[in-house]
């Protein structure tokens, strides 16, 4: 390592064995984990798709360092992508906790020539789509999660923030450009024509090239991609699935916002609670220990759920803490018209649920057809029964694209849901 302070160090990957000696100084880490960086004991918890994850472990404690590297991970050096994604993520984390204190690990230390965070090692904390996939039931996090999408999106948008203040945001997420392109052609377009890159599981062929046929969906899918490249709305967390989130039965945190960016609030809304009704449909597929009755109704609450706090918090929200350029008070409540603001809060409530539907029935056509599956259907060996939970899943997901301006509620969504899951066990 470098000692001269006037360069800044050229950017090198860490390893178990360099780690203690490269980042010992650092009292971030040092606090935490114990001031002998010898003692420490590191180990790379290897399951993300693009950047380095390294657990560090002292007398004292541990934290977590996340790294980037100038390629995916998952590919490797042939698909090179910018180190400045930690730069974004690091941005993302701190404002995410301005926001909805507590949902996100706390940031201790940052280093942008290494592309390299140190943060709160959350433990006992599991992925949420692990625990999913084991069939347990985490009692909070519909609720943690709606908070958490209510306070961040309404918090990080016109509605509340100083005009400058949300432009200058604006600019500096802009520049994700490289990770926001893999959204764009990952999510939107790849999963609707035969892309190099995807992959199905081959008894869907049919039904795949059925949808790549369908005119109308392929219009809506192109509609919902101009609405997130075009609605510059609010910062998104950009990547929020199940395998974005932490849990213990007491707690819900979200990691990983390395994707974030300006762009509707509906997006992460409705990436989420897709990921909740993919996890629904693959149940059947992980019944070797017994039904997954419960689950199933479980996760439909959860779904529920989620989008229910969402709205009772965005309310509030938007009655208590509507400070920004729109929908300003001036013309509202300070005029006397509070039921003004009652009617233009519905009407926002009401295009943000029928976009979320949108984006829901788009990420659940990219986890079955595009690059990047999830491990719901993909941990389901049997192929036939892996074929039979996905493709309810694939209907379902065109019928809430294709439809979305007609469905009426979550009881509507979900009831549709349980109709057609029994498919895949008749
Ligand atoms: P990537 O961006 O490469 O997908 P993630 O941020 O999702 O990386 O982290 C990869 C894995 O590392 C997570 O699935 C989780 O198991 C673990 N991990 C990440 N951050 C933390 C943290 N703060 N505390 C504990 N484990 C973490
Ligand atoms: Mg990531």
């Not at 390629?71 to 090179?80: A, C, D, I, K």
């Not at 219009?219 to 609605?231: D, G, P, Y």
């Not at 509030?316 to 008070?329: F, I, K, S």
Request: one cysteine or more; charged letters at 25%; glycine letters at 8%.
């Amino acid at each position: 390592m470098t000692a001269d302070a006037t360069k800044p160090a050229s950017f090198e990957a860490l390893a178990i064995d360099t780690l203690p000696a490269r980042l010992g100084h650092l009292e971030a880490l040092a606090g935490r984990v114990g001031p002998d960086a010898l003692a420490w004991k590191v180990r790379e918890v290897g399951d993300g798709n693009l950047n380095l994850v390294f657990i560090v472990e002292g007398p004292k404690g541990a934290v977590v360092v996340k790294q980037a590297l100038p390629y995916v991970r998952l590919v490797g050096e042939s698909w090179p992508l910018p180190l400045k994604r930690s730069f974004f993520e690091y941005h993302a984390l701190t404002r995410q906790q301005a926001r909805a204190p507590g949902a996100v690990p706390q940031v201790l230390h940052f280093d942008e020539a290494q592309a390299l965070i140190v943060m709160e090692y959350l433990s006992p904390h599991v992925i949420l789509r692990k625990a999913l996939i084991d069939g347990r039931e985490l009692p909070r996090v519909a609720q943690d999660l709606g908070l958490f999408l209510a306070r961040t999106l309404f918090r990080g948008s016109d509605l509340a923030m100083p005009a400058r203040a949300r432009k200058a945001d604006l600019a500096l997420f802009a520049d994700n450009v490289e990770l926001c392109d893999i959204t764009e052609n990952l999510v939107f377009t790849d999963p609707y024509f035969e892309a190099e890159l995807n992959r199905h599981t081959p008894r869907l062929s049919p039904l795949v090239a059925e949808l790549r046929a369908d005119r109308d969906l392929k219009v809506e899918a192109q509609r919902l991609k101009h609405l997130f490249a075009a609605n510059a709305e609010t910062l998104l967390h950009g990547d929020l699935h199940t395998g974005s989130v932490m849990v213990t039965e007491q707690e819900t945190r979200v990691i990983d916002p390395e994707f974030a960016f300006y762009g509707p609030m509906a997006f992460d809304v409705g990436m989420l609670i897709a990921n909740f009704w993919m996890s629904f449909f693959s149940q059947a597929g992980h019944e070797e220990n017994g039904p997954r009755d419960a689950m199933r109704a479980y996760l439909l609450r959860v779904a529920a759920g989620t989008w229910a706090t969402f709205r009772a918090e965005f309310r509030r929200l938007w009655r208590t803490e509507r400070t920004g350029m729109l929908y300003a008070g001036s013309l509202f409540e300070n005029r006397g018209d509070p039921l003004g603001a009652e009617q233009a809060l519905d009407a926002v409530l009401h295009s943000l649920w029928q976009d979320m539907l949108g984006f829901a029935g788009v990420e659940i056509h990219r986890r079955i057809l595009g690059l990047a599956h999830n491990a719901d259907f993909e941990t389901i060996g049997d192929e036939a029964l892996r074929a039979r939970c996905e493709a309810p899943a694939l209907r379902f997901g065109r019928h809430l694209v294709v439809n979305r301006h007609r469905i009426q509620g979550m009881e509507e969504v979900n009831g549709l849901a349980l109709l057609i899951e029994k498919e895949t066990r008749a």
